[in-house]
């Protein structure tokens, strides 16, 4: 009988230490989901609010911009204009991560190594940044499902898009990115509108090797290339810049003679479905330049 009372104190004991043991373990994980969820994290442009907002991130800072600012953010503090981000009010947020993109690195590096603020760059630069992004922070975060559904999602419309048009003969498209006070550059598959393109089944007129985003207009191998459509996207006002690229082919003979300006294959696209960085309305712009580019 004491035997038996024993063998059952010994399980009772050894049972206790098993139910702390789990609850301790699960406290701990726990404990490391909250501190990742509790991250006092700001996005300091328009495209990394909503790559937040599709993961369902809780953040302290967000940009000021004339875009509608996600629902969930509404009430969040706001931290100045994306180009110029007021460093004063970012510090006293006192965040843990502040992120900006790989395009305003040049322009405001010195500011934050200035404010002693730790800044990481996101990579937009085009279609395949984008979802890498996405998983980045999705994993950082805790929010891989949110970043797979729609990386998901995204790769179904791309190869819906690729199957629809693989037996089309590809189209030369030119792609020109203009910015206020006239001036344009020429975009490239390095840049996101230049991906979108790719994705469609048609050719984006550059050069050879081409490794940058955006280089300068070569006129003379415009005309050589023929296009037969031509994209002219506003990075900012703009009313003014498409008004300055209609001014510059109207007064540019050169240009009325490509095959695109003859049969009336010029088009003009605007933020914030169409943007100089990859964005969350990506599904839509993409279905868009398809139907410009691919249309009978």
Same mark, same amino acid.
């Given at each position: 009988?004491?035997?038996?009372?024993?063998?059952?104190?010994?399980?009772?004991?050894?049972?206790?230490?098993?139910?702390?043991?789990?609850?301790?373990?699960?406290?701990?994980?726990?404990?490391?989901?909250?501190?990742?969820?509790?991250?006092?994290?700001?996005?300091?442009?328009?495209?990394?609010?909503?790559?937040?907002?599709?993961?369902?991130?809780?953040?302290?800072?967000?940009?000021?911009?004339?875009?509608?600012?996600?629902?969930?953010?509404?009430?969040?503090?706001?931290? *100045?204009?994306?180009?110029?981000?007021? &460093? %004063?009010? !970012?510090? @006293?947020?006192? /965040? $843990?991560? +502040?992120?900006?993109?790989?395009?305003?690195?040049?322009?405001?590096?010195?500011?934050?190594?200035?404010?002693?603020?730790?800044?990481?760059?996101?990579?937009?630069?085009?279609?395949?940044?984008?979802?890498?992004?996405?998983?980045?922070?999705?994993?950082?975060?805790?929010?891989?499902?949110?970043?797979?559904?729609?990386?998901?999602?995204?790769?179904?419309?791309?190869?819906?898009?690729?199957?629809?048009?693989?037996?089309?003969?590809?189209?030369?498209?030119?792609?020109?990115?203009?910015?206020?006070?006239?001036?344009?550059?020429?975009?490239?598959?390095?840049?996101?509108?230049?991906?979108?393109?790719?994705?469609?089944?048609?050719?984006?007129?550059?050069?050879?090797?081409?490794? *940058?985003?955006?280089?300068?207009?070569? &006129? %003379?191998? !415009?005309? @050589?290339?023929? /296009? $037969?459509? +031509?994209?002219?996207?506003?990075?900012?006002m703009p009313d003014m810049v498409?008004?300055?690229?209609?001014?510059?082919?109207s007064n540019n003979q050169m240009?009325?003679?490509?095959?695109?300006?003859?049969?009336?294959?010029?088009?003009?696209?605007?933020?914030?479905?169409?943007?100089?960085?990859?964005?969350?309305?990506?599904?839509?712009?993409?279905?868009?330049?398809?139907?410009?580019?691919?249309?009978?």
């Amino acid at each position: 009988m004491l035997r038996r009372d024993s063998s059952k104190k010994i399980i009772f004991v050894l049972s206790l230490w098993i139910v702390s043991f789990a609850a301790i373990f699960a406290l701990s994980n726990l404990n490391k989901t909250q501190d990742k969820k509790d991250d006092s994290v700001v996005m300091t442009t328009y495209a990394l609010t909503q790559i937040a907002d599709t993961l369902h991130m809780y953040l302290t800072g967000v940009p000021n911009t004339q875009y509608q600012i996600p629902d969930r953010y509404k009430d969040t503090a706001k931290v *100045g204009a994306p180009n110029a981000p007021s &460093m %004063e009010k !970012i510090k @006293k947020l006192n /965040p $843990d991560t +502040v992120y900006s993109v790989t395009t305003l690195k040049s322009m405001q590096g010195k500011s934050y190594q200035s404010n002693n603020i730790d800044v990481t760059y996101m990579n937009l630069q085009t279609v395949n940044h984008l979802k890498k992004s996405l998983n980045v922070l999705g994993k950082r975060y805790d929010k891989e499902v949110y970043a797979t559904k729609f990386i998901n999602k995204l790769n179904r419309n791309v190869d819906r898009i690729k199957q629809k048009n693989k037996n089309n003969d590809p189209k030369k498209v030119l792609v020109l990115f203009g910015m206020p006070g006239g001036g344009y550059l020429q975009a490239t598959t390095n840049s996101y509108i230049g991906s979108l393109v790719k994705y469609t089944h048609n050719t984006v007129i550059q050069p050879k090797n081409s490794k *940058g985003e955006y280089i300068s207009v070569n &006129m %003379e191998e !415009i005309q @050589k290339a023929k /296009p $037969d459509i +031509v994209i002219c996207l506003a990075h900012a006002m703009p009313d003014m810049v498409e008004k300055s690229f209609k001014e510059e082919f109207s007064n540019n003979q050169m240009w009325q003679e490509l095959p695109a300006f003859q049969n009336k294959q010029v088009h003009y696209l605007r933020e914030p479905v169409y943007s100089s960085t990859a964005n969350m309305n990506v599904i839509k712009a993409l279905n868009g330049i398809d139907k410009i580019v691919n249309e009978k």
